[in-house]
């Protein structure tokens, strides 16, 4: 029983120190707009550089939703509406949520890895008595990089998973679904609400994503053991809050 | 005899320090004091908190009683932006450099005027290849950090330190890994910031012949305590048993050499073998 109140209460100190953290960063926030160079660069670092495996796994996403959706759809004389059941899926489902995961470990097992060494190796501090406050130069960047981020890399992976590479792929180039009616179902059955939800969605999951990242980079023991398991709890502990967040959104969002 | 010295000739001043980790007790009420445009030597046996009282003069670890002050302000109780304003003031020389790994050498040094200097690109360029020359390191601006030896490292992040023109640089362990040579344009270098500039210098170092050499004021800490403090030539002639074990490097002592164990026979023959 102690034990148990013992792992509740940590885990609620833990909390309030995360959610404490996070008023740093949002209060560093304005400091950090005015030096969009620095954005920009981590943009470049926690996105693009992530482009590869959103690319190659929207694809085969993609492509395995469009098999399995033409083998159920053609019993039924309905594999013109493949384009409709790919598309949803993915938009409203997939690709925000397997975005979010690969985004999780890839950039933020990165970026706490990144902080946890910079940590470790005092550049942290060296920032600190240099004047320069790590979360304005260090944490705040990379946080705002991976709320950007996160809903472009979203709809690229939808983009490939729905066309180019992915279901068009598979189900008209391959099985002979006709390209007209692929498309315009989808122009019919997806509305500009769907994406809407599809953006908060991967907004939502990447403001979680950050914030867990760099919270365990910056909070991580500046030994080479705790910088390993704090870029562990960023996946662990992101993957579980990105499939909670999920339900909580899908449950309030198409109530 | 030399008048006392008054309050404003000290540039720092350190008050009954009680300081921590854990159930480990570092400070045990240490008064240090140190003087305006002087060099001060902190010396002391590996792990009595050398390093701790840079960073606690710093501002990085809050002592858990007694009170900094640097240029009359409490380090500690001043606002974050107060102590941010105090820093730039006052530079660090980390044991390990604490170098920004994604940034080149020139970059590096060029860090903190980029930060707050304000200055156009091309007198920061030379104000950085001065710094660098002064280290003997010009040559290395365009290598990064993982390209540098240790020694190269810390001289890197001595010009870093040093970029600013603060009134204090404290350098933790400046000539760990250095060759002679090196070591010896250290030691001028760290003098002659000193005199010509006036920069007040706090070094932490085993070195104990380079750093009497060099030093205007030496203090000796151990055991949480302030074992002997005075000019170099005190310090030699000190009559503190602590001190003079200290210095000479002799193996037996009142400084144990070896961290506190039970009997060496008890863990070689006892039950739990």
Redesign the interface.
Same mark, same amino acid.
């Given at each position: 029983m102690s034990a148990a109140l013992t792992i509740i209460g940590d885990f609620l100190a833990g909390l309030g120190r995360a959610q404490f953290f996070l008023l740093k960063i949002l209060g560093a926030l304005p400091a950090t707009l005015l030096r969009p160079r620095l954005v920009v660069h981590q943009v470049y670092s926690v996105g693009v550089l992530s482009l590869i495996i959103i690319v190659i796994s929207g694809s085969f996403v993609g492509m395995v939703l469009g098999l399995q959706g033409y083998r159920t759809l053609v019993r039924f004389g309905a594999e013109d509406s493949l384009g409709v059941f790919v598309a949803m899926v993915i938009v409203r489902e997939l690709g925000p949520v397997v975005t979010a995961l690969l985004f999780a470990g890839r950039a933020g097992s990165a970026l706490a890895a990144e902080i946890g060494? $910079?940590k470790a190796?005092?550049?942290l501090? &060296? $920032?600190? $008595? $240099? &004047?320069?406050?790590p979360m304005r130069?260090v944490i705040a960047p990379r946080f705002l990089a991976g709320l950007i981020s996160m809903p472009l890399l979203s709809g690229i992976f939808c983009v490939m998973a729905i066309g180019v590479a992915g279901g068009h792929a598979i189900g008209v180039e391959l099985l002979g679904v006709d390209a007209g009616s692929y498309w315009s179902q989808i122009r019919a059955s997806v509305a500009a609400e769907d994406l809407v939800q599809s953006f908060t969605k991967s907004a939502v999951f990447g403001f979680t994503i950050s914030w867990v990242a760099v919270y365990q980079g910056y909070h991580a023991a500046p030994t080479s053991d705790g910088v390993s398991r704090a870029t562990t709890s960023t996946v662990v502990v992101s993957s579980l809050a990105i499939l909670a967040l999920d339900l909580a959104l899908t449950a309030f969002m198409f109530r | 005899m030399p008048p006392a010295p008054n309050d404003s000739d000290m540039l720092v001043r350190v008050r009954g320090l009680h300081f921590g980790h854990g159930t480990r007790k570092i400070y045990d009420g240490v008064d240090v004091d140190i003087p305006r445009g002087k060099v001060t030597a902190i010396m002391g046996p590996s792990g009595t908190g050398k390093t701790t009282l840079l960073r606690i003069i710093g501002g990085q670890w809050r002592p858990q009683q007694g009170t900094v002050e640097f240029d009359g302000v409490d380090v500690h109780k001043a606002t974050q932006s107060k102590l941010y304003a105090m820093r730039k003031h006052m530079g660090l020389l980390f044991q390990n450099g604490g170098l920004l790994t994604d940034l080149s050498v020139f970059d590096n040094v060029a860090f903190p005027l980029r930060e707050h200097a304000k200055l156009p690109e091309a007198m920061i360029r030379d104000l950085v290849l001065m710094k660098l020359e002064a280290v003997g390191l010009r040559g290395a601006r365009d290598l990064f950090p993982e390209q540098l030896s240790g020694g190269m490292s810390r001289r890197v992040a001595l010009a870093r330190a040093i970029a600013l023109e603060p009134d204090m640089v404290m350098y933790d362990e400046p000539f760990a890994g250095q060759d002679p040579i090196s070591l010896g344009v250290l030691m001028r270098l760290i003098r002659s910031l000193n005199q010509s500039l006036g920069i007040t210098s706090v070094v932490v170092s085993h070195d104990v012949d380079e750093l009497l050499s060099i030093a205007d004021h030496v203090y000796i800490l151990g055991g949480g305590k302030v074992l002997d403090h005075g000019t170099p030539d005190s310090i030699r002639h000190s009559q503190s048993a602590l001190v003079q074990q200290f210095l000479k490097g002799e193996p037996d002592g009142p400084i144990a050499f070896h961290y506190k164990a039970r009997p060496y026979s008890e863990d070689l023959l006892g039950a739990d073998r």
């Open positions: 060494l $910079m190796t005092d550049q501090s &060296a $920032m600190e $008595m $240099m &004047a320069v406050d130069r | -």
